[in-house]
């Protein structure tokens, strides 16, 4: 049985707080259209409340996305909640995300309160954003430090005042995969009335662990998982879109499904690049510039064999034309051969052979040796060939 996981791009919301990254209303509008075609299911517009600007981007997206959730923050604030759905009015499918912090270090140093007051001020919130949508997602904040006894209860109550999602953040990237699928597998068996409510993922990237919790929060319970574009977001970012999504796709004995449409990845990471201002890491996985290049000969010539023994992702799956041999020192005879046959040039062996020489003089100049010169290498080669040929006769 493959059970769906529900993708939530906050890329526009939680992606956009990188300072640097803002982005005006027409590029948020332009952005939230290749979410939907992407297949997102819930796109979190922004924080309307916030600004008059991020109101109008919210409200914007609100009217321009026709099948994908629009989903907008809010705090445990009645005047947040009340922005929010007005931000949302005109959604098909809207969403308030609201909720509070949960952890002992957010209750005691940050909201300087007690735990009772904390479910109190979360039954509110949900209840006030029930008044306005049917979809009400309610967000633990720091819920990765939490205690899981009090977590529970906090859930519990946000369930009966009408929360259909419950987000479980881990919102320092603090949370070990083990931990993180742990406490998921406890919420999910010991939360009274769980089965009326989804649980979301919303992972943090600060120890490299974002796309790991997320995979092993839906492996034991959660059916949602909140991810951006690049896995973009705060300090080090939160849980990758296309590294979850392409996990998912490749470990299918997990016995999972997104509607994701991968072959949109690669266009969508570059979209939203280039909106936001901010490279892409060369080494990223999936979208990444190196994603599907090899500049060691070992692993170039295993390429050129057969795909599969050096990618275990067809490039063409996430929108890249194709695999790329990168010719450098460490290239060997097999990849300057294929990449001469790429320019049209069928090389004999000793024109291989000759070739090579000359490849590994440049390559030992130069980074990376591009097409321009293989054909100055080759043109000499053969210039001198035909005029021994001449001298000869």
Do not use: W
């Amino acid at each position: 049985m493959i059970t769906p996981i529900h993708i939530f791009d906050t890329t526009l919301r939680d992606g956009e707080q990188v300072p640097g990254c803002k982005l005006n209303s027409t590029q948020k509008v332009e952005i939230a259209h290749a979410l939907e075609a992407l297949g997102v299911d819930i796109i979190e517009a922004g924080f309307p409340v916030s600004s008059p600007g991020d109101f109008d981007s919210v409200r914007q997206v609100a009217r321009a996305v026709r099948h994908a959730t629009v989903c907008g923050l809010s705090r445990a604030v009645e005047q947040d909640i009340k922005v929010a759905a007005e931000a949302l009015r005109d959604a098909v499918r809207p969403r308030i995300h609201t909720g509070i912090g949960v952890s002992e270090m957010h209750i005691k140093y940050k909201l300087r309160t007690t735990p009772e007051a904390v479910i109190e001020r979360a039954v509110a919130a949900v209840k006030y954003a029930k008044s306005f949508v049917e979809d009400v997602e309610f967000y633990a904040e720091d819920a990765g430090r939490a205690d899981n006894e009090f977590l529970a209860r906090v859930l519990e109550a946000a369930i009966k005042a009408g929360a259909t999602v419950l987000n479980i953040p881990d919102t320092t990237g603090y949370c070990l995969p083990e931990q993180y699928g742990a406490k998921i597998r406890y919420l999910a068996e010991n939360v009274r009335g769980i089965e009326k409510a989804i649980l979301s993922t919303h992972c943090h990237n600060d120890l490299g662990l974002a796309t790991a919790n997320s995979i092993a929060g839906a492996v034991h319970g959660a059916r949602q998982i909140e991810c951006t574009i690049n896995g973009i977001g705060e300090r080090a970012g939160n849980t990758s879109l296309e590294e979850v999504v392409m996990v998912l796709r490749q470990h299918a004995e997990l016995g999972f499904s997104t509607g994701i449409n991968t072959r949109l990845l690669n266009p969508v990471s570059h979209l939203v690049s280039d909106r936001m201002g901010v490279p892409v890491q060369p080494n990223k996985a999936i979208v990444g510039a190196n994603a599907f290049a090899h500049s060691s000969g070992i692993h170039q010539d295993g390429v050129i064999k057969k795909r599969e023994t050096y990618e275990i992702i067809d490039p063409l799956e996430v929108g890249v034309d194709h695999s790329s041999i990168i010719l450098t020192a460490r290239s060997g005879r097999a990849a300057l051969a294929y990449r001469y046959k790429c320019l049209g040039f069928d090389l004999t062996k000793n024109e291989l052979d000759e070739v090579y020489v000359s490849f590994l003089e440049v390559a030992d100049r130069k980074k990376e040796v591009g097409d321009d010169d293989l054909q100055f290498i080759i043109s000499g080669i053969r210039a001198i060939a035909e005029s021994h040929k001449i001298a000869v006769a």
